[in-house]
């Protein structure tokens, strides 16, 4: 979350550059869904976090340019695929920003550069993509469902408490730390199915929105 706070100005100045954004509601989620896919990407590459947070602009100003052309063929590639080379190409936009001072004198790191984005996209988005549905599912489960439920599953799953050192903390019995678990367990996995189902359905939605403004 910390990070999202951090692109916040990011992200308004992207809406500033979007047209007719408060008349799409869906761009908002779509933001909020892929940036940290295509920042993490753009960072694994050898971007800089202020590179990075150009990527995503640039990217998501490009699926709203192209979107309009965009047809899910299960045969010719998904809608995550896609998003995968307009990612790419905009990573090396910003390496070829950096050859741009001065073309004298190449020691050959465009190219170098350049083979690191095809291999790092190519080699890690399958693998980022389903931890970007894994994080996203997760926030909209902690907003779904009573804080203290969420607190005693975070404590348990992600900073690994003791059962009891919870329960204690909480004044309930190990029992509620199971359940706990149990209950966002299940609620963050439907999510990310949900997700998972919903990429090239989103897309689809993205298409007719656009062309109607």
């Known amino acids: 979350m910390s990070k999202f706070n951090e692109l916040i100005p990011t992200r308004q100045s992207l809406l500033s550059r979007l047209k007719h954004w408060d008349d799409a509601d869906s761009w908002?989620?779509?933001?909020?869904?892929?940036w940290r896919l295509i920042y993490r990407t753009a960072?694994?590459?050898?971007?800089?976090?202020?590179?990075?947070?150009?990527?995503?602009?640039?990217?998501?100003?490009?699926?709203?340019?192209?979107?309009?052309?965009?047809?899910?063929?299960?045969?010719?590639?998904?809608?995550?695929?896609?998003?995968?080379?307009?990612?790419?190409?905009r990573i090396t936009?910003?390496?070829?920003?950096?050859?741009?001072?001065?073309?004298?004198?190449?020691?050959?790191?465009?190219?170098?550069?350049?083979?690191?984005?095809?291999?790092l996209t190519q080699a890690t988005w399958e693998d980022d993509w389903e931890r970007n549905l894994m994080d996203v599912a997760i926030e909209r489960v902690k907003l779904k469902v009573d804080s203290k439920l969420y607190q005693m599953f975070d404590l348990y799953v992600f900073k690994e408490w003791p059962v009891m050192k919870i329960a204690n903390a909480f004044g309930m019995n190990p029992g509620n730390v199971y359940t706990a678990k149990s209950?966002?367990?299940?609620?963050?996995?439907?999510?990310?199915?949900?997700?998972?189902?919903?990429?090239n359905q989103e897309a689809a939605r993205?298409?007719?929105?656009?062309k109607k403004l």
């Open 28 to 34: 908002k989620v779509f933001f909020d869904t892929y």
């Open 43 to 89: 960072v694994k590459a050898g971007l800089s976090d202020a590179e990075a947070q150009d990527v995503v602009q640039e990217t998501v100003i490009a699926v709203f340019k192209k979107i309009p052309g965009f047809e899910y063929q299960s045969s010719k590639g998904s809608f995550k695929g896609w998003l995968m080379q307009l990612t790419r190409w």
């Open 93 to 119: 936009d910003q390496f070829r920003l950096r050859q741009q001072p001065s073309n004298e004198g190449s020691d050959g790191s465009a190219i170098v550069e350049q083979a690191a984005v095809d291999d």
């Open 183 to 199: 209950r966002i367990s299940k609620l963050i996995k439907q999510e990310v199915e949900r997700l998972r189902e919903e990429a």
């Open 206 to 210: 993205l298409v007719t929105t656009t």
